[in-house]
């Protein structure tokens, strides 16, 4: 045997480097025991059903709060790395795939064949590690995990064990956030890299498998175990960690496409004990509401178990999702069981501590600070922040997305009104406003997506930064909006052209196109509906009188062309129905 050589990850080692594609004799590889047919293979459509119909339910929680037993989680969540290719060949990683059309040979564990680590996965596993303040360890190793089911050709599994690629992190549910009681800190205990198994599909009287995700990179995240009054504490934990996931764009497939599945160990002990209870542990859970569910009927069997005098036993339990209860797979696997021993095909992973700098510098941020900093430095609502999120899939400043729009756009803007010697202070609400209920929603209507925005950052900027510069009307700037999905002109070429921009009117030309207007036969009924109002004193006639002399302000405005603001208009009408006799406050 040659010599063991170490993997040195440098900062020009980031890129992938990919190995050549696979055999073409590879790629039509088809794996079944008993049928050929393709479509249940295929399990795409029936793992949506299912999730819809989960969904559908009512999430059952249970709280022990009121109870004499303390309940306390750990999470095993894993999650496919955001990568073209896979762990240890040049496959590529696809959930869309024909069912065995993505598979090479060490895929499918053929004779001869070793592993080669893929790089690339090594960026994204970072990633992940540091966005819950995890330390990277700089020397990493493999092991392998044996057990033997027909989705895992080689009869082990290669992951990280003894020295994983990071440890000792955490994450913490939040109020605000999260909607917990009080802040809760979870601990990380140990971030590993590990290859993927393939699916299985019964579809009886055959069992089918498909290996395209054999060998998939996945990063498995295993937390300390956490004391919880509410089941719904372990679904918020998932979910705040696949939203951290998602954000340092780690991973981006979710939970809906099985690119995150989460197993949970659920114990109970008497409260107040100082030990732990024994643990059993529910397999595959694919989405929040399993989760809650899933630790619900198991802590509950557990404590009726424990009130009758019996014991815990350690096993392996699944989640029945129909009947809303855990069940036995088989008795609970330890280290021993799986044989772990030291992969002898691959060598250590070495990472440079400039590298873990670097990449560390080039971290996105986490949710809550992106949303903080959206609140508190442009003066967006909380409401309006996490929605520019949402609509980003919950990845801050994404390249392309809203939150990038809306920031470059508001940052324009206020470099447009300093130099006008314009002091505007709420320039980040009124953008925020505009980006997300004026052009998402005109785009919306139209069934544009977001990526297919033809309004640019420079030319949605012009626009506002007219509009709180008072060079045109909050009108004219609707009217613009629209013109700039079809036309690439600048707002403000259109202005020009169609002058459109705010005159400065002499009171005696208002008053005559006030005049104007009351001598129309609707404006005439109009004026004798607010004489009418004379005799209505007080705040309730002030309303009333309102309301009706906004129709003069209208079609003033209208007749104006938006050329005038409303409230300079509004103060010329004021002044021709005073003149008139018309009582205004």
Known sequence: MPPRLTTHLKLLALSPRLSSPCPPLCRRLTIVTASTTSDPLNSQKAQKAILKAAHKRKTTSFTATDTPWQITCGLEVHAQLNTERKLFSAARTSVTAPPNTHISPIDASLPGVQPTLNPSVLLPAIRAALSFSCTINTHSRFDRKHYFYWDQPAGYQITQYYSPLAARGHFTLTPAWDGVDTPIQIGIRQVQLEQDTGKTLSAPPNNLVDLNRVGAPLVEIITDPFPIEDSEIAGKALAKIQAYLKAVDACVLGMEWGGLRADVNVSVAPRGSSTLGQRCEIKNLSSFKAVTDAVAAEAKRQISLLESGKEIVGETRGWDAEKGVTTRLRGKEGEVDYRYMPEPDLPPVDIAENAILKIQETVQMLPE???????????????????MLALDDGRPMAEGGVMEFFTEVTKVVQE????QKKHVGDVGRVAGNWVLHELWGLLTVREIEWKDNPVDAARMAQLLGYLLADAITGPTAKKLLP???????????????????????????????VDSVLATPKGTQVLEQLMALNSIAGPKGDKKRMGVKSYFIGATMKELKGTAQAKVVEQAVNRVLKEKGVALN
């Open 483 to 513: 013109r700039l999905l079809t036309s690439p002109e600048t707002p403000a070429e259109i202005i020009k052209r169609e002058n459109l921009a705010v005159q400065n009117h002499t009171d005696d030309q208002l008053a005559a196109i």
């Open 416 to 419: 447009y009104l300093e130099n």
């Open 369 to 387: 600070e992106a949303v903080e900093k959206l609140v508190n430095v442009h003066g967006i609502t909380w409401k309006d922040a996490r929605t």
